[in-house]
């Protein structure tokens, strides 16, 4: 295992295509429920008990290899929302064409052929991390991570946030990462899919259906 290859992984540099994605921090901004940094940080923090832990606890499954029709299928019954779920297997095609190149493994080219559409982005994570050598730790991390990474970028450029302030928010919310990482690997490790984490955001699924109609926005989600 190579910490490195985690620091690739997580890097919102890495070219798996998250960053044209808000996290629903687009549709908050315009309902007037994510105005400044107190707000950032409340949303953040429960995107991340939520959909974060939920992610997260996927993501770590697959790092330990578990069946990925199996976590497709539990992904899919957690996501209620249409947009969302095609947001998932949209940023899953990405997550899978840039682990394949950064880390080449016939586990990955079979979990492409496996999926021409795309599995659920954090199946393929699990899968990338697994790739790289890491653990189920290490990709629940990442995912915790990049829950509460891409609304604050993106509140930076939505509205102008000073992003020293944004920075701080996801230092704050380190011991909380943390926590959920924590919670997701140890369900993860329970080796049953219907055990792994279900938590629930209806007001992120909402917005998100009433975003992917809107004709011009900044995000793809």
Same mark, same amino acid.
């Given at each position: 295992?190579?910490?490195?290859?985690?620091?690739?992984?997580?890097?919102?540099?890495?070219p798996a295509g998250g960053h044209a994605h808000s996290g629903g921090a687009e549709a908050a901004v315009k309902a007037g429920r994510l105005r400044d940094?107190?707000?950032?940080?409340?949303?953040?923090?429960?995107?991340?008990?939520?959909?974060?832990?939920?992610?997260?606890?996927?993501?770590?499954?697959?790092?330990?290899?578990?069946?990925?029709? &199996?976590?497709?299928?539990?992904? =899919?019954?957690?996501?209620?929302?249409?947009?969302?779920?095609?947001?998932?297997?949209?940023?899953?095609?990405?997550?899978?064409?840039?682990?394949?190149?950064?880390?080449?493994?016939?586990?990955?080219?079979?979990?492409?052929?496996?999926?021409?559409?795309?599995?659920?982005?954090?199946?393929?994570?699990?899968?990338?991390?697994?790739?790289?050598?890491?653990?189920?730790?290490d990709a629940a991390h990442c995912v915790a991570y990049e829950t509460v990474s891409g609304p604050a970028t993106a509140a930076v450029r939505l509205l102008?946030?000073?992003?020293?302030?944004?920075?701080?928010?996801?230092?704050?919310?380190?011991?909380?990462?943390?926590?959920?990482? &924590?919670?997701?690997?140890?369900?993860?490790?329970?080796?049953?899919?219907?055990?792994?984490? &279900?938590?629930?955001?209806?007001?992120? =699924?909402?917005?998100?259906?009433?975003?992917?109609?809107?004709?011009?926005?900044?995000?793809?989600?």
């Amino acid at each position: 295992m190579t910490r490195s290859a985690l620091l690739v992984l997580a890097d919102g540099r890495f070219p798996a295509g998250g960053h044209a994605h808000s996290g629903g921090a687009e549709a908050a901004v315009k309902a007037g429920r994510l105005r400044d940094a107190a707000d950032l940080e409340s949303f953040c923090r429960g995107r991340l008990h939520t959909t974060g832990l939920t992610a997260a606890g996927l993501a770590a499954a697959a790092a330990l290899g578990a069946d990925p029709h &199996a976590l497709d299928e539990a992904a =899919d019954a957690r996501t209620p929302s249409p947009a969302l779920r095609a947001t998932a297997r949209r940023l899953g095609r990405q997550m899978m064409r840039a682990a394949r190149a950064a880390w080449p493994s016939p586990e990955l080219d079979r979990l492409a052929a496996a999926f021409p559409r795309g599995a659920h982005q954090p199946v393929v994570l699990g899968a990338a991390a697994r790739a790289a050598g890491l653990g189920p730790e290490d990709a629940a991390h990442c995912v915790a991570y990049e829950t509460v990474s891409g609304p604050a970028t993106a509140a930076v450029r939505l509205l102008g946030l000073d992003p020293f302030q944004a920075t701080a928010v996801l230092a704050r919310l380190a011991p909380a990462m943390d926590e959920v990482a &924590a919670r997701a690997t140890a369900a993860a490790r329970a080796g049953d899919p219907d055990a792994l984490p &279900a938590a629930s955001a209806p007001l992120l =699924d909402l917005t998100a259906e009433q975003h992917a109609t809107w004709p011009v926005r900044l995000f793809a989600s």
